[in-house]
């Protein structure tokens, strides 16, 4: 089992409606979740960061995060054409040493949001 | 304010030469990270640093890739003898202090013909 997982896609919404991005991630101790945006020959885009369970909300963007169960997702509402990129989940897992560092990256979802 | 900086944007080399990848990270941030992004993968981990101590190097492929930070700012990543695997975008990230919110330099494309 990879350590994040996510669902390529395409994802395919109209224009309006509620994008859902969903991430799963290996039984590690981990500390923080993040969201990237990603525009086709862009660099990625921190769009959210979560730490503990519950729902953060940041505009249209809502990120949910369930330790128990290992899952984080993304939720957009209002979709636009102009969020049509693909998402990025990254987990920053605890180190042995503590070190706080490197982020490991699921693969991405392709969003496509139709007008 | 100006973001994650890196040079050169695009390099084309020949098998066998070596490379020097440029980092400029956002002023105040004092943790650095380069990552290898594959085509249709998410950024892949190599190194990083905190100020100009490199904390974690467990991601470089082998020891070909080296990378310095060493006045704590500008970072450079070296590839010594490139081989057409190492093709790929070289991606820098930074994030301030106490936080690990990384921010992602535009990425350096490195051909290896």
Known sequence: ?115 | GAGVSQSPRYKVTKRGQDVALRCDPISGHVSLYWYRQALGQGPEFLTYFNYEAQQDKSGLPNDRFSAERPEGSISTLTIQRTEQRDSAMYRCASSPPSTNNQFFGPGTRLTVL
């Open chain 1, 1 to 115: 089992q990879k350590e994040v997982e996510q669902n390529s896609g395409p994802l395919s919404v109209p224009e309006g409606a509620i994008a859902s991005l969903n991430c799963t991630y290996s039984d590690r101790v981990s500390q923080s979740f993040f969201w990237y945006r990603q525009y086709s020959g862009k660099s990625p885009e921190l769009i959210m960061s979560i730490y503990s369970n519950g729902d953060k909300e940041d505009g249209r963007f809502t990120a949910q995060l369930n330790k128990a169960s290992q899952y984080v997702s993304l939720l957009i509402r209002d979709s636009q054409p102009s969020d049509s990129a693909t998402y990025l989940c990254a987990v920053n897992f605890w180190n042995y040493g503590g070190s706080q560092g490197n982020l490991i990256f699921g693969k991405g979802t392709k969003l496509s949001v139709k007008p």
